[in-house]
């Protein structure tokens, strides 16, 4: 009996687990349908087209001679050289501003060991050009091969183009941009008999700028500044309450 007993009372135990652990895996399941069954996140875009009104060049003047006295010199005609190119083009002469004079010794190598034997000095310096006239800028920049063909030694990284009044876009573009949420929030929903809901919440992503002809989708805060013309494009996240 004593036996029996305890065989019913194993059993009674085991059974009693058993539903125990079904109701609680019940239960997580229904929690989790719940989560997923009433609530959608949706992305949304929108984009604006926009044009550079800032634009920013940089020069850098470099020459090089066995006499850094002389490296220096003809780093200053080429800086001069250039200033003349630049304001006879129509650039104002407080729109251009010049950087210190750097200087480096050019070392000799043998077996990839120096030597101690300097075999140069090379003398360069930055000229920097800020104007709101991007079209001009842009003009003299695809131009300096008349400068160039001179002898002048002048880098040219070319201009970069900027907008400035990305501040002024970006709440349009935001209030688009949750539209185009709704709008897609609302054709899933539909298309599985729901309905769409409050805003649970909304996560803004970084604002990217590109050229026209742009297909970059890289999630960071891109900022192209290569073309005078741009495309302005912002995206959010949002999150919808959904029900039957």
Do not use: H
Not at 99 to 118: E, F, L, P
């Amino acid at each position: 009996m004593a036996i029996k007993s305890r065989q019913v009372v194993l059993v009674s135990s085991a059974l009693i687990l058993s539903l125990g652990i079904g109701f609680a895996g019940s239960l997580m399941g229904s929690g989790f349908a719940a989560r997923t069954g009433n609530a959608i996140t949706v992305t949304g875009s929108a984009k604006a087209s926009a044009t550079a009104d800032n634009v920013v060049w940089n020069l850098m003047a470099q020459e090089s001679s066995p006499a850094v006295a002389t490296a220096v010199k003809k780093v200053e005609q080429s800086v001069t050289a250039a200033s003349d190119y630049l304001i006879k083009g129509g650039v104002a002469p407080e729109s251009i501003e010049t950087g210190a004079i750097s200087t480096y010794a050019i070392q000799q190598y043998i077996n990839g060991n120096q030597t101690g034997k300097v075999l140069a000095y090379q003398a360069t310096q930055n000229v920097i050009v800020r104007s709101k006239d991007v079209t001009l800028i842009k003009k003299l920049s695809d131009g300096i091969g008349a400068l160039l063909s001179t002898g002048v030694n002048v880098y040219n990284n070319g201009p970069q183009y900027y907008v400035s009044n990305l501040a002024t876009l970006r709440p349009q573009l935001l209030a688009d941009a949750m539209k185009d949420a709704k709008s897609r929030g609302e054709a899933i929903t539909g298309a599985v008999s729901s309905k769409l809901g409050a805003v649970l919440s909304v996560t803004s992503g970084p604002v990217q700028v590109t050229a026209p002809d742009s297909v970059d989708t890289s999630a960071g805060g891109m900022y192209d500044t290569s073309s005078i013309a741009k495309t302005v494009t912002v995206t959010v996240s949002v999150s919808f309450k959904t029900s039957k």
